[in-house]
Structure formats: C-alpha cells, structure tokens
C-alpha cells in the first residue's frame, strides 16, 4: 500500500494503533502457569475492543486469534489451553488485524518472568537490530540492503538469521507487495522501499539455525535443531527521512 490522503494514514494509524497496544497488553498479562489458549483470547477481547477483526483468522482461518510461538517454535503458533507458559519461557506473540479496510501487523518476543535460561540476550539483539534496520530505511533504499544489514548486525552478536521468514509490505491486505524483505543481503532483490509505501519489517534472529520447517501440525514453524529465535517487528510508512511508526504503542523497545 501507498498512501496517499490522510484518510488512508488516520486508517493506518488506527489499525497500527490496535495492534500495538493489544501486544503490548497481551505481553503484560502474560504470566507463568497461563495457558497460550488463555492468553490468545485475552488479546481477542482487546483487538474487539478497537472493533478489530484477527488478520490470520480472516485470511487464513488460523485456528486462532494471534499467534503465540514458545521456545524452539519461531511463528504461527497455535494457542491452546493445552500449552502452559513456564517461567524462563522464551515467547513470540504476533498480532496482526484488519480495522475499517486497513491492515497492520506488529510482533515481540520476550522471556516470561526470570530470565533461568538466558535468552534476554537473544531478545535483546532482535530489539536492537530491527531498530537500526528501520532507522537506515527510507524513500530509494534497497530492500536488500537492509537485509544485509541485519545479517552483519545478527553474526556481530553470534547468531544467524532465519533466511525463509521475511518482511511484507502491507495495508489495503496482510500480505502486499514487496513480498520478500529478507533478513539476508538477497543479490536478486532489485526493489527499492518507496516513499508513503506501507512495510510491515521483521527480525528473525538465531541462535544456529537458518531455516524454519512447519512441525506437523499445518501452521507451527520451528527450528530443527533446537535452535532459539527471537522475532520483532514494526509496521512502518516509508519516508525521506525517519520512517512512521505506525504500530510504535507496542513499546518493544521500551
């Protein structure tokens, strides 16, 4: 999506604004001894509240609200009241939803409670690399460029990054062109980030691995290896300068 009226940016900014602050809800309310069933319509009933509808519901028919990945799983998690968070946990909460005709799509991990296993470091680069890829996007930039960037800035800090999970653009959908906005340098990307041009940018960032495979249940994607990963990500209007924030309430840089 490009936009260009400021209807179309208050519509963004509306549906950016839904998600954000129900990841940043759902993050919160999560606790040890909580089921992911639990935690997944805790974040329905917010998103209802701003009169936004599931995007991977609406698109996909996900068996859930938002998806909720712990541990080795890197996205698509299925939430269930079966699955039951422990301390030290490492989980990806990914929320994305359509409002009112316009689509956004945010995404956080975050370690539950004490951090018994060590994976705040993981989380931490994740943070920091995502802010300093979409600090250095705007109008001309090459999107592989930025991949490029992320790759260097995950194998400073020691780890890998999950080559077959990308960025999109996204607004008037959940998934629009540019389809790929990997976390490598992809020498065949030749697109460009344009200005008013609506991305939604991620980190996928590893511990070894560098592919992630669907576990057997049609949606859960994890690592073979027993890799972690930590996941963010923002949804952004591209500009000459700073890109807009549109999904910034989420606070996972805070």
């Not at 549906?15 to 940043?24: D, I, M, Q, R």
């Not at 009169?51 to 698509?76: D, M, Q, R």
């Not at 009112?100 to 920091?128: C, M, P, T």
Request: aromatic residues 8%; glycine residues 12%; hydrophobic residues 40%.
């Amino acid at each position: 999506m490009s936009i260009t009226n400021e209807a179309e940016l208050q519509g963004m900014q509306a549906a950016g604004e839904a998600v954000a602050l129900t990841l940043k809800a759902m993050r919160e309310h999560a606790r040890p001894g909580m089921s992911t069933g639990e935690l997944d319509e805790f974040g329905n009933a917010v998103l209802a509240a701003f009169g936004a509808k599931s995007a991977p519901k609406l698109t996909y028919g996900f068996p859930g609200w938002t998806c909720i990945s712990v541990n080795n799983e890197i996205a698509h998690g299925i939430p269930s009241l079966k699955r039951i968070l422990q301390e030290g946990d490492l989980v990806n909460v990914d929320v994305s939803a359509e409002l009112n005709g316009f689509w956004a799509d945010n995404g956080g991990s975050f370690v539950l409670g004490e951090d018994i296993y060590g994976h705040q470091k993981l989380v931490d680069a994740s943070r920091d690399i995502l802010r300093k890829a979409i600090a250095n996007i705007r109008d001309g930039v090459k999107i592989a460029e930025i991949g490029g960037l992320i790759e260097a800035e995950a194998k400073k800090r020691g780890y890998r990054v999950i080559e077959n999970l990308t960025g999109h653009g996204i607004g008037r959908s959940l998934h629009e062109e540019p389809h790929s906005i990997a976390n490598y340098y992809d020498k065949y990307n030749r697109a460009r980030f344009r200005k008013n041009g609506v991305v939604a940018i991620e980190t996928f960032i590893s511990t070894r691995a560098t592919w992630a495979y669907e576990n057997g249940d049609g949606w859960t994607l994890q690592t073979k290896d027993g890799s972690f990963v930590a996941q963010h990500e923002h949804t952004i209007m591209v500009t000459d300068g700073a890109p807009v924030l549109l999904t910034e309430g989420n606070e996972i840089w805070s």
